[in-house]
């Protein structure tokens, strides 16, 4: 008695699974069963099932019904509650062919879980565009002076995003020119600078934290030297408004050579930056007395061609060092 309920109860199972299966129905129609070429006609599905049930159709993503009748459009479906537990999906595809014949349409598929479930097939006769043999051929004349238009010549890609190209130009033209103007000579904009000391000052005290690191004294001669003429070139740049920072120590000395108030002291100057490309590029590690010799002149030479500060009458005026 045991073995034959649970035969029953198996037997009902699958009977259950075959109505829940049998409860989906796909229906097929067509606006039009004749089409002329290049039209369009609607192919409408009418899908019944329980409702909460869950399928997709196969025809879904494809942009094609078969090899010549094209899915030109897939409208929103719309659903419609029948009662009873029950529900109808209204679906409509969209139908466009460019060649004449007759075409059998497949039957759509409607896919819930492991069942998939068929419409009816349809035909579909795609007529071609009558030409009025007529009238006579009219011969079609080459076309001249075309205007030239640049957007004619450019890719697609690059025509529809014109806009996007246009910003990132933009950008890099802005990036570069912050780079030129500010960044490369390390300043922002954005960021008000604090009011700089005057180059006397600045110089002076750069050069005292120089000496403070004590750089020779740990075997780190070429970093000293760099410190040393690169504080100097600051200088020379803020102090007499040439472009030291970019230039060779040739080109500095000459320069310096050919002004009245550097002429004097230009030697001083001469000497440092000999013994910092010797330092530098010769890997030659100078004795301590040229090492304390090489600041001294660096100290010698800004005090030299700091500016003066006379009284005047009642106002303060600057002067520079004549030689």
Do not use: C
């Not at 897939?74 to 004449?100: C, M, Y």
């Not at 030129?180 to 600045?202: D, V």
């Not at 750069?206 to 004590?214: G, I, M, P, S, V």
């Amino acid at each position: 008695m045991r073995i034959k309920r649970y035969r029953l109860l198996i037997a009902a199972a699958i009977v259950g699974m075959g109505v829940a299966a049998g409860n989906v129905t796909v229906k097929a129609k067509l606006d039009s069963t004749q089409l002329l070429m290049g039209r369009v006609t609607a192919l409408h599905l009418e899908i019944v099932q329980d409702q909460g049930t869950r399928g997709v159709l196969l025809q879904e993503k494809s942009d094609t019904l078969t090899s010549m009748v094209e899915i030109a459009d897939k409208p929103k479906a719309d659903t419609v509650s029948l009662g009873n537990n029950r529900e109808q999906i209204n679906r409509d595809l969209i139908l466009q062919a460019f060649d004449s014949g007759l075409y059998v349409l497949p039957p759509v598929a409607y896919v819930v879980g492991r069942d998939t479930f068929e419409s009816n097939p349809l035909s579909l006769k795609v007529l071609p565009v009558p030409v009025d043999t007529t009238q006579d051929i009219i011969g079609i004349k080459p076309v001249e002076g075309v205007p030239f238009k640049l957007f004619d010549w450019v890719p697609d890609w690059m025509a529809d995003y014109w806009w996007a190209w246009l910003l990132a130009l933009l950008l890099i033209g802005g990036g570069l020119y912050y780079y030129l103007k500010w960044y490369r000579h390390g300043r922002n904009p954005l960021r008000p600078e604090k009011k700089r000391l005057p180059p006397y000052e600045e110089a002076m005290i750069n050069l005292e934290a120089l000496k403070q690191r004590q750089l020779w004294q740990n075997g780190q001669e070429k970093e000293y030297f760099t410190g040393l003429t690169d504080i100097l070139r600051v200088y020379i740049d803020r102090r007499f408004g040439i472009n030291a920072v970019e230039m060779t120590s040739s080109e500095i000395v000459r320069t310096l050579k050919e002004r009245n108030e550097t002429r004097a002291v230009n030697e001083q100057l001469s000497m440092i930056l000999e013994m910092a490309d010797i330092v530098k590029f010769a890997a030659v590690r100078p004795l301590a007395d040229d090492n304390e010799m090489a600041y001294q002149r660096a100290v010698n030479f800004v005090e030299q061609t700091k500016p003066v500060v006379e009284q005047g009458t009642g106002v303060n005026e600057e002067k520079e060092v004549k030689s």
